[in-house]
């Protein structure tokens, strides 16, 4: 019999805590935050290990696509960071089991093609290592759809990606859109993500425009970075939408003045499971997604963590992505 999902996200605590900075500062787990369970969009948001996820039926078309040096073992092992944000992925309150968005829609799409899921926890840098050698079939860690990404990954898109400005309450920043509302700002950002690299062009934009540079700060903690909002050391925070937002339903304090593509002005960034490229994966990927898409799984993955939102009406298979780095 498959072993519940709750059970087969368990990783050692020693795993998760020498985990190297990922992709966003880590989210302190609700344990430690709070223990009254988060409402989010006036509905409880279950953060125990044992989660009842929304599951879905296999499809033997669909799972009979899946490449056979893949299928054999009837394991799918999905890639996640050790350290994520909620509603992503996150510790639940056992400070041990991933739960999440992510976790959610890895499980539909095991489900799809008839697979258990193996998880494999590592860092946000390892992540991309992994999927390249093949040692992560999978990753589902809100990873973005980029051109640079695409020469070595297929990627089977599922969210929209929308990052945010998140600001004190009492700032007087109240609007951000372009790069000049940020000159001069101490701004805390996750080194190493997209919403970094924007945030260097515009402040390369700035500086070409005679305006005062931004100073940027990095923490490996999101609650660090929620601390230096608070005692003003942090003007603003450039990051994902969804942790974002989650964190202000729960906790308050602060709010979101301008949100932005994750591909930059021009394209809607889209978050997409990424696997190494030309492994025969991406294809079933895709196909289990537009599955839980049409028969509604998907969007009672989504409402449950308050991220109905970030819907896409289908799944893409490497679309435009987010544009290449100037050299």
Do not use: H
Not at 111 to 116: I, Q
């Amino acid at each position: 019999m498959r072993a519940s999902l709750a059970r087969a996200f368990a990783v050692p605590a020693f795993l998760l805590l020498t985990a190297a900075c990922g992709a966003e500062p880590a989210l302190e787990t609700p344990a430690a935050q709070a223990t009254a369970a988060p409402v989010v969009a006036g509905k409880k948001i279950n953060t125990g290990p044992d989660q009842n996820r929304v599951r879905a039926e296999r499809v033997d078309a669909i799972a009979a696509q899946v490449p056979k040096d893949i299928a054999a073992d009837g394991k799918l092992t999905v890639g996640f960071s050790g350290q994520g944000a909620a509603p992503l992925v996150f510790r639940a309150d056992d400070d041990t089991t991933l739960i999440g968005v992510e976790t959610d829609i890895a499980q539909l799409v095991a489900d799809v093609l008839g697979l258990e899921i193996s998880p494999e926890i590592s860092s946000w840098e390892n992540l991309f290592l992994a999927a390249k050698s093949g040692k992560d079939e999978v990753v589902f860690n809100n990873v973005t759809v980029t051109e640079e990404r695409k020469d070595t990954y297929d990627f089977a898109t599922y969210r929209v990606d929308q990052l945010g400005w998140q600001v004190p309450d009492n700032s007087p920043v109240k609007a951000i859109a372009k790069a000049a509302d940020i000159a001069g700002l101490r701004v805390s950002v996750g080194s190493g993500t997209n919403q970094e690299k924007i945030l260097l062009d515009w402040d390369k934009q700035n500086k070409a425009a005679g305006l005062k540079p931004v100073e940027i700060l990095y923490y490996e903690k999101y609650s660090d970075v929620l601390l230096g909002l608070k005692s003003g050391r942090v003007q603003a925070y450039f990051g994902p939408n969804p942790s974002i937002a989650y964190n202000i339903a729960v906790s308050g304090g602060s709010s979101i003045v301008g949100t932005f593509s994750g591909a930059g002005p021009d394209l809607q960034g889209l978050i997409a499971a990424m696997t190494k490229k030309d492994n025969g994966l991406v294809k079933p990927l895709s196909e289990a997604l537009n599955t839980v898409i049409k028969n509604g799984k998907y969007k009672e993955v989504l409402d449950r963590w308050g991220l109905a939102n970030e819907a896409i009406p289908e799944s893409q298979i490497n679309p435009p992505g987010l544009p290449r780095q100037e050299s």
